[in-house]
């Protein structure tokens, strides 16, 4: 098994790590560490999207790492705005930061030869 782990592309590697460790940031910021309210909040659902995403980026499908790099940059903007908060809030949101910058960026890299082969494609179709 760990063979077959070691031979998946290091950027789908690291996105697939980011995003783990991320659902369990969200999860745990929400529901343990510095709920809203007292017992947890529904701001834990906040999850689900990194859930849904996670099965596709680790297989590799260009379309969901297309989209997922477009919507993990609402986790970075959370960040962002929550970053001023004090106390356990801003330490998690400097986790969450760092965690949706590098999934972003893995995704990117990625997608990158991807998009170019496409490119190049799509230019030698239109010179027939």
């Known amino acids: 098994m760990l063979s077959r782990v070691l031979k998946k592309d290091?950027?789908?590697l690291i996105a697939s790590a980011a995003?783990?460790?991320l659902i369990l940031v969200c999860v745990a910021w929400e529901w343990l560490i510095s709920p809203l309210r007292p017992g947890g909040s529904w701001l834990v659902l906040k999850a689900v999207p990194l859930i849904v995403m996670l099965p596709g980026v680790w297989r590799a499908n260009a379309y969901?790492?297309?989209w997922s790099s477009m919507?993990?940059?609402l986790y970075t903007t959370e960040a962002l705005t929550r970053i001023t908060e004090s106390g356990w809030n801003m330490w998690m949101a400097i986790l969450e930061l760092i965690l949706?910058?590098?999934v972003?960026?893995?995704l990117l890299m990625y997608l990158k030869p991807i998009k170019e082969a496409a490119k190049a494609k799509?230019?030698?179709e239109s010179k027939h």
Do not use: E, N
């Open 104 to 106: 972003f960026v893995a």
């Open 64 to 66: 969901t790492m297309q």
């Open 10 to 12: 290091k950027y789908v």
């Open 100 to 102: 949706s910058v590098t």
């Open 71 to 73: 919507a993990i940059l």
């Open 122 to 124: 799509a230019k030698g």
């Open 19 to 21: 995003i783990l460790d």
